[in-house]
DNA sequence: GGCAAATGTCGACACGAGTCGATTACTCTT
DNA sequence: AAGAGTAATCGACTCGTGTCGACATTTGCC
């Protein structure tokens, strides 16, 4: 590979101007900038990544951290990562995935020391994560996909799941229907200690009280076996309901089946809404699911354009960090008949 | 953060010193070793990544392209990702995610070039790919998931299609059918173009002949609706038919919901069998589905053990690199009735 | 016309580690 | 007892780039 010494030397140039050239530094008069640019075209130059991480000190490097626990990876999960690769490169980072079993952010941390890595974009974040106060703690930057408890740490993009949630039911209520249920995750679980259940369930209240709907909420493990049980649940305690938000994708997924198992017609008897299934995940039930849509590809991006400009040490303006979706009309969710 | 110099120093050694107690490149006392190794530890010192990289000649950086075509994002694809992650962190490598829009090919030969990356990994390797042909002419190291036509492309880990079509069939003749159609991809798509469909529908033909039994094949586009059309036709024409084996994960989906609207029972009418359809999707289809489970993480993990090995320039002596996943009965299958 | 400021260029050094050659002090042959 | 071989260590150089200080040249201004 050719190295700066050979576009020096055939532009007749000292290394350091080719350098500003290429940094802009410092200013360089037109002729020579160009006889040393007409150099490096001829000799296909590539400035050596790994000199320029040395020299200056960030490796331009992003670990994203994929979380392999007990919850599983949900096929939306990817489309986060995807995005946030792709924002990175826009800014010239590039994202190394990092799959961690139990929580090994030890290993991250001793990366991002020996100067490996740039920053760390945490997903799933719990509420009061301790993967958080680690990174904190060796001063490594972080930015989250989701949001702990505490609002100072400030560089994370997330799902506006209030306004979400309101935007289902409130599609519900339009339709006509006053007696709902809400079918969301169960506390005890990993995915109950997220974000994403305490604020669905937060919403779901707020909204009943406000326009006066009653809502009363199911819990349903992650699996589609716990969303059967909760249909069970459902056609014992709350058959004269006509329509079920969910927050809970997998269970709903049992949970639509084992209603029409009992003999329900969607959308005819229910309407069914969820707030977590992707557009192509909505279309694999049947019918296909009216949804509000994870705006994944938004918040991958925001996350990744965040910690990028906080590593740039740009002022944190932002003006949206949470993203909201948008409604899929589809064949689930139908006029109120009584 | 500590340097090599004031491990040195504090040790009361030479760099070098210390150097070579971390290679082991050349024999260090015992007692110069101990403080070498104390010194290090009080310290906390982590050597430099990049200065590694530089002076080594290797980033130990591993690009996976990750194909975000016309085909879509399977939810099974990103498993391949994972496993390929987590095997190159064993060796010490990192994998760094890089979805590829339009065949961008370019942008990641120059990051080869440019000593970011020490080798590339493709996804959704076509059976003449021009992406191995343009990674060839510049001399970047590549490991492949999938097979070219080219017997001499030795780095690679795929599916053995053919046996896992072979014990897909065999399972439905030891049911007793012997009349069957095979639900395949659509020549013309991308997906198409992917050894998983030529290989697939061979199997089928030779398998076909050897067990003499009745199989033909039915072609569909990578979408739940296709399957629906699928359906169609297979209430036309191969009404008499018992079982169905397909390689078409998401048409499958759309075929067995079609049958099911109109009247045929699974498995009591017709079987279902899959060779493409992860043990977690296959839970999402009523009743769960039997499967041949591709194996991804052994075929991830293997594509980026090769190509680490490669890299290494140890002998390519993997015994196999064709892997062919299990069967998971579930409960699409049934012995056949007459 | 003179002096400050801006422009254009170069040489030298630093970033942090790997590695070769040389040096010293031993041990083992014959 | 002299020479050969090995273990242990050090100093100097290198990987390829970014950047500071110095110097030369030009521009701007009253």
Redesign the pocket.
């Known amino acids: ?1 050719a ?3 050979d ?2 030397q055939r532009a ?6 080719v ?2 050239v ?2 802009g ?9 160009a006889r040393v640019l007409k150099a490096m075209a001829e000799l296909g ?4 990544a ?3 991480a ?4 960030n490796s331009k490097m992003l670990a994203m951290l994929f979380g392999d626990q007990e919850r599983g990876i949900s096929d939306g999960d990817i489309e986060y990562v995807i995005a946030a690769a792709d924002e990175a490169r826009k800014y010239g980072y590039h994202l190394i995935l990092w799959p961690v079993r139990r929580r090994a952010i030890e290993d991250v941390i001793k990366k991002a020391e ?2 490996l890595l740039d920053g760390v974009i945490l997903m799933e974040v719990s509420l009061k994560d301790e993967r958080v106060a680690l990174l904190k703690k060796h001063k490594v930057p972080f930015g989250l996909i989701g949001r702990t408890q505490n609002k100072l740490d400030t560089v994370f993009a997330d799902r506006d799941f209030e306004t979400a949630t309101r935007l289902a039911i409130e599609e519900l209520v339009v339709l006509g229907h006053t007696k709902l249920v809400a079918l969301s995750t169960s506390n005890e679980t990993v995915a109950g200690q997220i974000g994403a259940t305490i604020r669905f369930e937060d919403a779901v209240e707020d909204v009943a009280k406000e326009l006066k709907v009653q809502i009363d909420i199911l819990h349903a493990e992650n699996t589609i076996q716990s969303g059967l049980d909760s249909a069970k649940d459902f056609v014992k305690k709350y058959k004269n309901r006509t329509a079920v938000v969910s927050v809970n994708a997998e269970a709903l997924i049992g949970f639509s089946r084992g209603l029409q198992r009992a003999g329900f017609s969607i959308p005819d008897d229910v309407s069914l809404i969820c707030i977590s299934t992707t557009p192509a995940g909505s279309l694999a039930f049947d019918p296909p699911l009216t949804i509000v849509s994870p705006p994944a590809s938004e918040i991958g991006a925001a996350a990744a354009r965040e910690l990028i400009h906080a590593l740039q040490g740009k002022p944190d303006d932002e003006p949206t960090k949470l993203f909201v979706g948008e409604l899929l009309r589809r064949e689930s969710t139908s006029r109120y008949k009584k």
């Not at 007749?12 to 101007?17: A, H, L, M, R």
């Not at 530094?25 to 900038?33: A, D, L, N």
């Not at 130059?45 to 050596?48: A, I, L």
């Open positions: 590979m190295k700066r010494s576009v020096a007749g140039v000292s290394e350091s101007t350098s500003y290429i940094t530094t410092r200013p360089i008069g037109q002729e020579t900038k130059y590539k400035p050596n790994m000199a320029q040395l020299r200056s000190g020996s100067g």
